[in-house]
């Protein structure tokens, strides 16, 4: 195995493997409803990477350091036989950890095959509790209960379960406090992100983002916290513990606080392109070098695109808004 480095010398550990582009929910921040409507244009079954190439993929990239994948989309439960392609790559010499990203509405039917599968973790994403407010903001009325049924099954067969909270001023922050009383009564880890500018299409505004300081204020005044120590360098949450619980809470600041200088992951999507950064304006097509290369042709094309990436864009944030008209990749292409 040989270990690789990028411009800034960051090495490449953690793979989000988007398996399709589709979603059951059209969240605002991600593929609103008025764009990306019934008749958009989702890849079609032949752009996709076969679950086969993307095994050769991952076989690659752990021979250059990955050591952890998650499985993302749009929404990967929707993609027909995961739980075997999951199986499939938990089996790779190499994998510490597989995990998944899901808005749950499918958890509950398939947790227990995920779990046999070989999956270890689950993050599920969930931005309120209120009927009313999450069904505005899934952009599909579709209603809470599913998704906290498919959370109680995911616990019950044993999975690690996160949920994320997407927090966007005056839509859901007043919920800050309710869902993370309520997570902390369920035992499960809740990670608060600041809305980001992922993609072209979510009309964000900095003036809607409320930052983590002001969210562990909320939660401090009704919570004791104690800060905990991050268990590696690519941890992108900081974590804080419930001081009379071994719950924890994290908040993820791509906006307030950017991580990119600790960032190891690399994103592929569902037909190949190979992304080095949440916020990269294009992708390199890896998708003619899996179908006709060679092994060898396939490990060095890797290699010399992350050898060269310097990607920091969350730390040039305001400053390329000022300069910067690239078209970037949307999120459901990529995962969050």
Request: charged share 30%; aromatic share 8%; net charge neutral.
């Amino acid at each position: 195995m040989m270990r690789i480095v990028d411009k800034l010398g960051r090495p490449i550990r953690d793979l989000r493997l988007s398996v399709t582009d589709r979603c059951n929910f059209r969240c605002r921040y991600c593929m609103p409803k008025e764009i990306f409507h019934d008749d958009f244009p989702f890849l079609t079954s032949d752009q996709l990477l076969s679950f086969a190439e993307m095994r050769r993929l991952v076989e690659q990239f752990v021979q250059l350091g990955v050591t952890k994948v998650r499985i993302t989309g749009g929404e990967p439960l929707l993609r027909k036989n995961l739980p075997d392609f999951i199986e499939e790559v938990a089996t790779i010499q190499g994998i510490d950890d597989v995990a998944l990203t899901t808005n749950g509405v499918l958890l509950a039917k398939y947790a227990e095959a995920l779990k046999r599968a070989g999956l270890k973790r689950v993050n599920v994403s969930l931005d309120s509790l209120d009927e009313r407010t999450f069904a505005v903001m899934n952009g599909r009325g579709f209603p809470v209960k599913p998704i906290l049924e498919g959370i109680e099954v995911a616990q019950e067969v044993g999975l690690e379960v996160k949920v994320n909270m997407v927090v966007i001023k005056g839509v859901n922050d007043d919920e800050i406090l309710s869902m993370a009383r309520y997570f902390r009564e369920k035992r499960i880890t809740l990670r608060f992100i600041e809305f980001m500018d992922v993609g072209n299409t979510n009309g964000w505004k900095r003036d809607d983002v409320v930052f983590a300081d002001e969210i562990i204020e909320i939660l401090a005044k009704n919570f004791p916290l104690s800060p905990v120590t991050r268990r590696n360098d690519g941890e992108v949450a900081k974590r804080y513990r419930y001081v009379d619980s071994d719950v924890d809470v994290g908040l993820i600041t791509s906006v307030s606080n950017p991580f990119c200088t600790t960032c190891t992951r690399v994103r592929v999507s569902a037909d190949g392109k190979m992304y080095t950064c949440l916020f990269a304006t294009k992708g390199e097509d890896l998708k003619p070098i899996l179908r006709y290369g060679t092994e060898r042709e396939l490990r060095e094309r890797l290699i010399s695109v992350w050898t060269n990436r310097a990607d920091r864009y969350s730390e040039e944030r305001f400053e390329r808004a000022k300069r910067d008209d690239g078209i970037k990749v949307e999120m459901h292409r990529i995962g969050g």
